[in-house]
């Protein structure tokens, strides 16, 4: 979505005090960040697809530019959000919580490439929390 306007466009408008950084800023990428609030969320069944999906009801969403004072304000009835999940098969500090002692095991002990040398002191952590536990 482009949300810049042209000075041309601005002065056929008749608006000719635009900020600067709104006509011809379609170099300038600001983030946004997002806020959904919702009176009620129910899960989608998508089957074994890795992915996981939530009907959200009656809400708004708001979307707030860094550094900027407005923001964008929408209202809905139904919301479908889509959140991925992480891959089962790499390891990584979240979802260490989630894999069996065998991917664990191996993760904390370096047999097996786990990535990175944070996930490997994750999974050490973690085993010694599993196996401190019946103690």
Do not use: H
């Not at 011809?24 to 989608?44: F, Y």
């Not at 992480?86 to 904390?108: C, F, H, M, R």
């Not at 490439?113 to 994750?122: D, E, F, L």
Request: one cysteine or more.
């Amino acid at each position: 979505m482009n949300n810049t306007i042209d000075s041309e466009t601005a002065e056929q408008i008749g608006i000719s005090d635009i900020p600067k950084d709104i006509i011809n800023s379609g170099a300038k990428d600001i983030s946004k960040d997002t806020i959904t609030l919702a009176k009620r969320a129910e899960q989608v069944d998508t089957g074994n697809s890795g992915v996981t999906q939530l009907d959200l009801f009656q809400g708004r969403r708001y979307e707030v530019g860094a550094g900027s004072l407005k923001y964008n304000q929408v209202a809905f009835d139904r919301y479908r959000i889509t959140l991925t999940e992480s891959s089962q098969e790499v390891i990584t500090e979240d979802n260490i919580e989630t894999q069996k002692i065998g991917p664990l095991w191996q993760a904390a002990t370096s047999i097996s490439p786990s990535g990175t040398n944070s996930a490997m002191r994750a999974a050490q952590g973690e085993l010694g929390y599993r196996l401190a536990l019946p103690c």
